[in-house]
């Protein structure tokens, strides 16, 4: 963990990886992945950016995706179901089918 800010900020920096599905399996290394925290009415609200996935990158597209339906419903469904839908595969295949269920 790169920061932590409780109940506000947290700051992950990629300091390795092994992205299965693109050809630089290295893309994410050195990125950050930012969680900012915040209450609205009694409502929280989590935003998160992957800081350093740019478009132009390879894995953009598929990343970006992927990266909503984890935050937007995996996550959403685990804290309100207890349940997630998380993803194990890891490859090109299981990457190209998150993005295609979230077009």
Excluded at 37 to 49: E, K, L, P, R, Y
Excluded at 87 to 94: A, K, L, N
Aim: with cysteine.
């Amino acid at each position: 963990m790169a920061e932590l800010v409780p109940a506000k900020r947290i700051v992950w920096r990629v300091t390795d990886c092994n992205l299965q599905f693109v050809e630089d399996k290295k893309e994410w290394k050195d990125t950050q992945v930012v969680f900012v925290i915040s209450w609205n009415g009694g409502a929280t609200t989590v935003t998160m950016t992957h800081a350093g996935l740019e478009p132009g990158v390879e894995c953009y597209e598929a990343c970006r995706k992927g990266w909503n339906f984890f935050i937007t419903e995996s996550l959403q469904k685990l804290l309100t179901e207890n349940q997630g839908m998380p993803d194990r595969g890891g490859t090109r295949e299981s990457a190209e089918r998150v993005a295609a269920e979230t077009r």
